[in-house]
């Protein structure tokens, strides 16, 4: 999930007199957005007095650096041992397409003041662990030793109270699905079951840059050198057989992440977002159970389109299963990071239209038919909005749909732009069927303008590709919203696992399914929680989860296809 820096409006309501004037002197030293730090209420007195006493270089004294956990220490300030302001969810209200997450708090004009230049401030050099434009923090900085050998994690800084596991139970659906191998010729041919995780681990450089957002989190569990070897032991402890992550900082998958996961058996494939952001989506998978057939990385900013501006990509993957018993198709894997802005739900929905187009592309038959689809990431959306609609029922009216209303982000979206017909231009050669216009037929091209002189010009939008998701987005136990991401501002679904769900699915629709040998059957998934849940751990992240993303764990099976004469694979 992309994030915009907005630490003044913190400092705004933590509720002391001297928050400006802190802030003031503060903002020279670190970059807004980068640092945040607790203010107990039985020490107001301490910053109060920032105001009024002179340090001997006549500078005020700088407050102790948040992930600096020995700074805590000589000033005698620990954050674990003092008040702290609670965690203040704010869950997504999914249980319908016209239920959203709850409205945002609107900027206030002293956030905007607090922004501005102090001319009293004096300039300072940045100290010791701050951003500045030519480099990151020295504790960001620590990011490129060596690799983490499988079983072996390197010590943590400093650990904050001990806070309780979030507990999540696997759901095993295998009594739902056909068990029995197949018999043909003669043999018997068992089917091939593997597992897919989607997780988004959260950059450190956007953690960095959107400090607001963990507010509620004890500073040295956001240290990077806590949070790697946990998301790796994460990784190792699942041990799924393909895996798309999202926000993988560039320089921790080339130094840390990649060689690590190689040592584990996976082979790594990365694609960085264009632009300056340094993070980007990764898909990595078990040698040993599949080889790689081809590679495209999707780049959505379109020069020249000034709708595709953005600098967000997605990454897909043919897969070839490695079973020596029988004969498996192919298996297409998408992954992608949709665009953050709630507002902009006509980039999300172009974003995800070129996506789809390649998977068509990529996952097509000679019979024109598309071999198995894992549709994977972080697509800034909730449950039955629009976009969600669209992925999984195929198509789109969007007669008269509000862009803030495409993704269900925000419950009142400023400004009410409709979409446009159509939404993306024409010059981007995809069609409103989500297909490349090289790959419409003549047939289909005919029977386009019978429907409609001009295809563009219709409300509508659609594609090829049956899709489910893996998930229910609702608990069981209470019929409360499922939450895949957590933060100090919200709480709600955005990650997603959709499939090609075979003909008798627990999951499929009836609509959407397709032949066993041409879908998947959900076999089984890690459980998600609910609000109530990451309330008892202190959100996310906390010790033990160190992303503000849960990572969604599902298992699968396919089943081998027909021996046919003439029969070509994906």
Request: proline letters at 9%; a positive charge; hydrophobic letters at 30%.
């Amino acid at each position: 999930m992309h994030r915009h820096p907005m630490f003044s409006r913190y400092l705004n309501t933590v509720g002391f007199p001297p928050a400006q004037t802190v802030y003031y002197h503060w903002r020279h030293c670190y970059q807004p957005g980068h640092v945040w730090w607790t203010q107990p209420s039985h020490l107001q007195h301490r910053w109060s007095s920032f105001s009024t006493v002179r340090h001997p270089s006549s500078r005020p004294p700088r407050p102790p650096d948040p992930y600096n956990w020995s700074s805590w220490r000589q000033t005698e300030i620990l954050p674990h041992t003092q008040p702290r302001r609670g965690l203040q969810l704010s869950a997504g209200l999914m249980d319908r397409s016209n239920s959203e997450p709850p409205k945002k708090r609107k900027r206030s004009s002293d956030w905007r003041q607090a922004g501005e230049k102090s001319q009293c401030s004096p300039e300072r050099s940045p100290p010791k662990g701050s951003r500045n434009p030519k480099g990151s923090p020295e504790w960001l900085q620590n990011v490129t030793c060596t690799p983490v050998p499988p079983g072996k994690f390197p010590s943590s800084p400093n650990q904050s109270p001990s806070t309780p596991e979030l507990k999540r139970h696997w759901e095993d659906l295998s009594h739902l699905c056909n068990a029995a191998p197949s018999v043909n010729g003669g043999r018997q041919k068992w089917p091939f079951d593997f597992s897919v995780m989607s997780y988004n681990i959260l950059s450190q450089d956007l953690l960095c840059d959107n400090t607001y957002l963990y507010r509620h989190s004890h500073p040295p569990i956001l240290d990077w050198r806590h949070r790697y070897p946990n998301i790796i032991k994460e990784l190792e402890q699942h041990s799924a057989d393909i895996m798309c992550l999202q926000e993988v900082q560039e320089d921790h998958y080339k130094q840390q992440i990649k060689p690590s996961l190689e040592s584990l058996g996976y082979h790594c494939e990365y694609k960085r977002r264009t632009g300056l952001k340094p993070d980007g989506c990764a898909v990595v998978f078990k040698r040993e159970r599949f080889s790689l057939v081809s590679c495209h990385p999707i780049e959505y900013f379109q020069r020249g389109i000034p709708l595709l501006d953005r600098d967000n990509v997605g990454l897909i993957v043919l897969l070839r299963p490695i079973d020596p018993h029988c004969s498996l198709t192919n298996i297409c894997v998408a992954n992608t990071h949709l665009l953050y802005n709630p507002r902009r739900g006509d980039i999300k929905l172009a974003q995800l239209a070129m996506l789809l187009a390649e998977i068509s592309r990529v996952a097509q038959l000679p019979d024109s038919n598309v071999c198995p689809v894992l549709l994977c990431g972080d697509f800034n959306s909730v449950p039955w909005s629009p976009l969600y609609h669209f992925i999984r029922d195929s198509r789109l009216e969007y007669d008269g749909l509000p862009i803030g209303k495409v993704s269900g982000q925000e419950e009142n979206p400023r400004g009410q732009r409709i979409l446009s017909v159509p939404i993306w231009p024409r010059c981007l050669g995809i069609s409103q069927q989500c297909l490349y216009e090289s790959q419409t037929t003549d047939s289909d091209l005919r029977d386009l303008e019978r429907a409609e002189p001009d295809g563009f010009t219709k409300a509508s939008i659609e594609h090829c590709l049956k899709l489910t998701s893996a998930y229910s987005h609702y608990l069981k136990e209470s019929s409360q919203p499922e939450i895949t991401t957590c933060h100090s501002r919200t709480a709600i679904t955005v990650d997603y696992i959709f499939y090609s769900a075979a003909l008798g699915d627990v999951m499929a629709q009836a609509e959407c399914s397709v032949p066993p040998e041409k879908g998947l059957q959900l076999l089984g998934r890690l459980s998600l929680v609910g609000e109530d849940e990451l309330q008892k751990v202190n959100g996310l992240p906390n010790q033990h989860n160190s992303s503000d993303h849960l990572p969604l764990l599902t298992r699968f099976r396919l089943h081998p296809r027909a021996e046919q004469k003439h029969l070509f694979i994906c």
